[in-house]
Nanobody, 123 residues
């Protein structure tokens, strides 16, 4: 499974970005997926998770009410809509897929990772 993120960039505080994560090599229709982010010198942190059906979605407290994740299994693509962005959201964002359909919150739960896309929010 190969995951490729896109949609990152530079945005002013209060703005929006939409990240996409395209999968290839295998269908992800039966895999739970997630978003993580990382800043220099810090560990990768959980952002959002979504089950294979989309019936269960959960977010880190720091992004609840501002970020929305969704998936299109027909297109093998995961999305992260980020609204009302803050400077502290600046990070490299990664999508991940895990074997199994249950949502997960730990980096170690995921087997497949994208290369990451940079999001920079200016104040």
């Amino acid at each position: 499974v190969y995951l490729v993120e896109s949609g990152g960039g530079l945005v002013q505080a209060g703005g929006s970005l939409r990240l996409s994560c395209a999968a290839s090599g295998s269908t992800l229709a039966k895999n739970a997926m997630g978003w993580f982010r990382q800043t220099p010198g810090k560990e990768r942190e959980f952002v959002a998770t979504i089950t294979w059906s989309g019936s269960t979605i959960d977010y880190a407290d720091s992004v609840k009410g501002r970020f929305t994740t969704s998936r299109d299994n027909g297109r093998n693509t995961l999305y992260l809509q980020m609204d009302n962005l803050k400077p502290e959201d600046t990070a490299v964002y990664y999508c991940a897929a895990k074997i199994g359909m249950v949502a997960a919150y730990q980096e170690s739960d995921y087997e497949y990772w994208g290369q990451g896309t940079q999001v920079t929010v200016s104040s």
